[in-house]
């Protein structure tokens, strides 16, 4: 049995309860989860367990008595239900009356690793068999979430590729000794190969967000990325991209956009900026079309070891990526029949476009190629396979 922890707080599975009061779209990169669930038991097992709150800060929370803290919690998590037309299908587990020797909990380190209260937490994930922490976001506030993690015995590192070799990785976790699980990530089904690869642009298209790191707040939780990389952004290759469009243009179309809008200096916004992305103009794309539109991709992985969903979104639409194969290990991607690689620089990237361009046999097979893995290991059933596989290793079910 999986049990999610706390799922009501970020957008990893379904639209939490304060996204919906600012309007602002829930990417969901692991809904298959929730659908895999209900799909497979018809309803879902939660731990709410009043240390983390989607409404009120830390600051303020985190001194509340418990009775006060649980009851927020539960409210907000019914939010949660209703906001995502699951108010009949969760329910919360008591984990000092049940057994859950053989149930995994899933949770995410964006929130659930951090703060004052993780201490809390611990005997409650002691009772399950695994913890499958996916280390989503893990570039934030690092070193605290590894110093939290370290304390879990039956923890499992989990993430969207095998990011052990990582330098970053192994440099704030070298405690972790156990293997690290790789989750696939789901891509939906509207994503899809429309146009012959005959009929499209013969460049790249460019798409993706990136951090300005040194205007985020609060600036120690970007502190150990910014110190270990000496750079003020996860994704290095977006950034380029996006500051030398012009200069590139023949050979890349960018659709690359600051994450936010750093340029405003009032004061009082900038606290509440956190809260704000520039979403619009990215989902006012039509993201199917545009990566229909052109034979090459480049999207830019993390600095810190994972990769892009918009990646294997562009593949099945059948746009050939470039890709950091640093980021794929451990997918069962190979470079030259899956996607091409490139050095971690645009020059590099420019000579692979440039080199491929002479080979359209080859491109059409990599094409072809892409589009076939996704739709075997990729799509919400496959994905959700994999992860009963992986439970199902860890606690020894039938």
Request: charged share 25%; hydrophobic share 40%; proline share 3%.
């Amino acid at each position: 049995m999986i049990v999610l922890y706390n799922p009501h707080v970020d957008d990893f599975l379904a639209t939490p309860p304060h996204f919906k009061l600012l309007k602002r779209k829930a990417l969901k990169k692991y809904g298959f989860i929730i659908e895999g669930i209900l799909n497979q038991s018809g309803k879902i097992d939660v731990l709410v367990d009043g240390t983390i709150s989607v409404f009120l800060s830390p600051s303020l929370f985190d001194f509340l008595p418990y009775f006060i803290r649980i009851l927020i919690a539960r409210a907000e998590f019914s939010c949660w239900k209703y906001v995502n037309g699951l108010s009949k299908k969760c329910e919360i587990v008591d984990v000092g009356q049940g057994d859950y020797s053989n149930s995994t909990l899933l949770m995410f380190s964006y929130k659930a690793s951090t703060g004052r209260l993780f201490r809390k937490r611990c005997a409650s994930l002691s009772v399950f068999r695994a913890v499958i922490v996916h280390l989503s976001h893990y570039f934030i506030a690092t070193q605290e979430k590894s110093d939290n993690l370290s304390r879990i015995q039956n923890v499992w590192l989990a993430g969207d590729s095998d990011i052990s070799s990582n330098p970053y990785f192994q440099h704030f976790f070298p405690w972790y000794e156990k293997q690290f699980l790789v989750l696939n990530f789901a891509v939906s089904a509207r994503f899809r190969m429309i146009k012959k690869y005959d009929d499209r642009n013969d460049a790249c298209v460019a798409t993706g967000s990136f951090h300005d790191l040194s205007k985020e707040i609060p600036k120690e939780k970007y502190s150990d990325f910014q110190d270990f990389f000496g750079q003020n952004t996860y994704h290095p290759i977006r950034k380029y991209i996006y500051e030398n469009q012009q200069d590139i243009s023949e050979n890349i179309k960018s659709y690359v956009s600051p994450y936010r809008n750093y340029e405003d200096s009032n004061r009082i916004w900038r606290k509440f900026r956190h809260f704000i992305v520039n979403q619009k103009s990215y989902f006012a794309l039509d993201i199917v079309e545009l990566y229909n539109e052109f034979r090459f991709v480049v999207v830019g992985e993390e600095e810190s070891g994972f990769p892009a969903l918009g990646a294997f979104e562009a593949m099945v639409c059948g746009a050939v990526l470039i890709a950091d194969s640093r980021a794929y290990i451990g997918l069962g991607l190979e470079d030259g029949k899956h996607y091409l690689s490139h050095d971690g620089s645009v020059e590099n990237i420019l000579a692979v476009i440039k080199k491929a361009q002479k080979d359209e046999i080859k491109l059409k097979e990599i094409s072809k190629n892409g589009v076939r893995f996704i739709d075997q290991n990729m799509r919400s059933a496959a994905a959700f396979r994999s992860l009963i596989k992986l439970t199902e290793d860890l606690t020894g079910d039938v």
